[in-house]
């Protein structure tokens, strides 16, 4: 509709070639600059997505072993990444899976 008014300026004299000419390019490069951010939202909602079906399938693999009343080495493989003792109260457990709400947020600080 604005180009439409802007080329109706231009034909009555109101505006220039090059105004117009100049409002054309604006457009282009603002329509351009919308379909590069549409694209990428696509690929972060993708990419969260598959982080989410992630997320619950690991979610449901530990349901599935909350009640255990023990645990082999190959589960907790599953689950645990590595354990560093530092001391005898200090310990480190770096899990397998990704928090990929956490991570979301790290994204954004940075």
């Known amino acids: 509709m ?3 008014r802007k080329y109706d300026q ?3 004299d109101k505006i220039t070639a090059e105004q117009y000419q100049a409002f054309v ?4 490069i603002k329509k351009e600059q919308l379909e590069d951010k549409l694209k990428q939202l696509y690929e972060e909602q993708n990419a969260m997505k598959t982080s989410y079906k992630e997320a619950e ?3 449901l693999l530990a349901n599935s072993m909350l009640f255990r009343n023990s645990y082999d080495a190959e589960i907790i493989s599953r689950f645990v990444k590595y354990i560093d003792v530092y001391s005898e109260s200090e310990i480190e457990i770096v899990f397998n899976v990704d928090d990929v709400f956490f991570k979301k947020i790290l994204d954004e600080l940075e």
Do not use: D, G, N, S
């Not at 390019?25 to 282009?28: F, G, I, Q």
């Open 57 to 59: 399938h690991t979610h």
């Open 25 to 28: 390019e604006e457009v282009y």
């Open 10 to 12: 231009y034909k009555q």
């Open 2 to 4: 604005l180009k439409m």
